[in-house]
């Protein structure tokens, strides 16, 4: 299986301000994926992250908003700019292992935008 | 695009009794088939899929489910419930081929509650 840590594991921040939360795995992996969870929703997947790549964004989410960064093949960044209440939601790192032919999450990011 | 819905967004049952939980996916070619446990103020973990293979599929905690390709299910059982069990339970689907290795569609989500 695939160890994800994710930080922060909760933030509580200021409206308009911008918050990176990173993601570390314990093993190389081709793609890693961020999801948000709103409160009492679903997960929706908000972009893929290819190393050496752009990242491919989902319908609703644009670049200037979710940055994201994949230097490597364990680590990866979402950025939430210009935050608003909103945005408060969790924010979960997951990636594709071949090797488990399965899909692991790491075990969130709590935000919160007052 | 995928869809996944599960029936009931709470269900309530008392600890040593039936555990069902409902999923229905609307892909026409069989995906890969996950269940994901949440509990209060954690974040996913995996309870058991199905790529290929045995359609029962047996999880931890004593979960298992069965894929049906003829009714596009993967329904989510347990014989008898603990208090422990009480969580939010997902359902997700990714496409078995192709470039969507690690994309999910989840369902959205049934709350379990087990009473004493």
């Known amino acids: 299986s695939a160890v994800i840590s994710q930080k922060p594991s909760r933030d509580i921040c200021q409206r308009g301000t911008s918050l990176t939360i990173q993601c570390q795995v314990d093993s190389q992996v081709t793609m890693m994926f961020w999801y948000r969870q709103q409160p009492g929703q679903s997960l929706t997947l908000i972009a893929t992250a290819n190393q050496g790549s752009e990242a491919t964004y989902e319908s609703g989410f644009v670049i200037d908003k979710f940055p994201i960064s994949r230097p490597n093949l364990t680590f990866s960044t979402l950025t939430v700019s210009n935050m608003s209440p909103e945005d408060s939601s969790i924010y979960l790192c997951?990636?594709?292992?071949?090797?488990?032919?399965?899909?692991?999450f790491g075990e969130g990011s709590w935000l919160t935008v007052v | 695009a995928q869809s996944v819905t599960q029936l009931g967004s709470h269900v309530s049952v008392s600890e040593g009794a039936l555990v069902l939980l409902r999923c229905n996916y609307s892909s026409s070619v069989p995906p890969y088939l996950f269940w994901y446990v949440q509990y209060p103020n954690q974040g996913l973990q995996l309870l058991l899929k199905?790529?290929?293979?045995?359609?029962l599929v047996k999880g931890i905690n004593g979960f298992e489910a069965e894929f049906k390709k003829s009714e596009t299910s993967f329904h989510l059982t347990k014989p008898s419930a603990h208090m422990s069990d009480a969580a939010e339970y997902f359902c997700?689907?990714?496409?078995?081929?192709?470039?969507?290795?690690?994309?999910?569609?989840f369902g959205q989500g049934t709350i379990l509650t087990v009473h004493p």
């Open positions: 199905y790529t290929t293979g045995a359609t």
């Open positions: 997700a689907v990714k496409d078995a081929g192709g470039t969507s290795y690690g994309k999910l569609t």
């Open positions: 997951s990636v594709w292992s071949l090797s488990g032919n399965t899909i692991y």
